[in-house]
C-alpha cells in the first residue's frame, strides 16, 4: 500500500503560467516533506521542505502548502519556464531520515 | 569533487557476476542511504548507515550487501543478481543524528543484469 502518491504522471504547462504539483499521503506520522527534481541521468535535486508545524514554505519561484487535515501539499512553481521541465517527486519523512517517495510526477513547460 | 558521487554510471553483468558500487560523499555529512528506482516505480530506500553503523535494512535481498567503512564511502556488493534487480542505484547523505534532515543524491548507477 502506497502510503505518498502522486495521481498525476504528467502536467503540461505554458511557459510563465503557474504549474501546480500535487502529492497525497496517507500516514499522519510523516513530519516533514521534501520535493524533488530529476532530469534524466541524473540524480533527484533537493528543491524545497516544509515541516508539519507549518502550511506554508517559500523560495523563490517555489512554495509548498500543506495541508495536514486533508493529508495533501502540492508544489507551485511560478512563473514556470522550460528548464522547469523535469520530474517531480514528493517524499515523507517517516520520522528519523526513512524517506518515503511519491512515484513522481512529469513537468513539461512549453515555450 | 563536491557534492554525491557515485561510480560507475553504467554497469552491465551476468547473473552470476559479483560486482561492487561506490558513493563518495563531500559534504561532511554523518549517514548515507541506499535507494532502488525502478522502472515506473517510487524511489525505494534499501539500506542506512549512520555515522558507520547499518540502522535500517528494507528487507533487501541477501545478493545486496552493503559496507560503509566510514562516513565518506558507502559500497554496495552485488552477487549472483536476477534480471529483475536492474534498476537505478541510487546514493544519498544527510547529516545525521536523526530529525528533520535533507537528503542529498547523487547521480545514480544504472544497472543492467543479464
Known amino acids: 500500500d502506497q502510503q505518498v502518491k502522486q495521481n498525476s504522471p504528467s502536467l503540461s504547462v505554458q511557459e510563465g503560467r503557474i504549474s501546480i504539483l500535487n502529492c497525497d499521503y496517507t500516514?499522519?506520522?510523516?513530519?516533514?516533506f521534501l520535493w524533488y527534481k530529476k532530469y534524466p541521468a541524473e540524480g533527484p535535486t533537493f528543491l524545497i521542505s516544509i515541516s508539519s508545524i507549518k502550511d506554508k514554505n517559500e523560495d523563490g519561484r517555489f512554495t509548498v502548502f500543506l495541508n495536514k487535515s486533508a493529508k495533501h501539499l502540492s508544489l507551485h512553481i511560478v512563473p514556470s519556464q522550460p528548464g522547469d521541465s523535469a520530474v517531480y517527486f514528493c517524499?515523507?519523512?517517516?520520522?528519523?531520515?526513512?524517506?518515503?517517495f511519491g512515484q513522481g510526477t512529469e513537468l513539461s513547460v512549453k515555450p | 569533487e563536491t557534492g554525491v558521487t557515485q561510480t560507475p554510471r553504467h554497469l552491465v553483468m551476468g547473473m552470476t557476476n559479483k560486482k561492487s558500487l561506490k558513493c563518495e560523499q563531500h559534504?561532511?555529512?554523518?549517514?548515507m542511504y541506499w535507494y532502488k528506482q525502478s522502472a515506473k516505480k517510487p524511489l525505494e530506500l534499501m539500506f542506512v548507515y549512520n555515522f558507520k553503523e547499518q540502522t535500517e535494512n528494507n528487507s533487501v535481498p541477501s545478493r545486496f550487501s552493503p559496507e560503509c567503512p566510514n562516513s565518506s564511502h558507502l559500497f554496495l556488493h552485488l552477487h549472483t543478481l536476477q534480471p529483475e534487480d536492474s534498476a537505478l542505484y541510487l546514493c544519498?547523505?544527510?547529516?545525521?543524528?536523526?530529525?528533520?534532515?535533507?537528503?542529498?543524491f547523487g547521480p545514480g548507477t544504472r544497472l543492467l543484469v543479464l
Open positions: 559534504l561532511g555529512h554523518n549517514a
Open positions: 544519498a547523505s544527510s547529516q545525521g543524528g536523526g530529525g528533520q534532515e535533507t537528503q542529498y
Open positions: 517524499a515523507a519523512d517517516n520520522q528519523g531520515g526513512k524517506l518515503i
Open positions: 500516514n499522519s506520522m510523516f513530519d516533514y
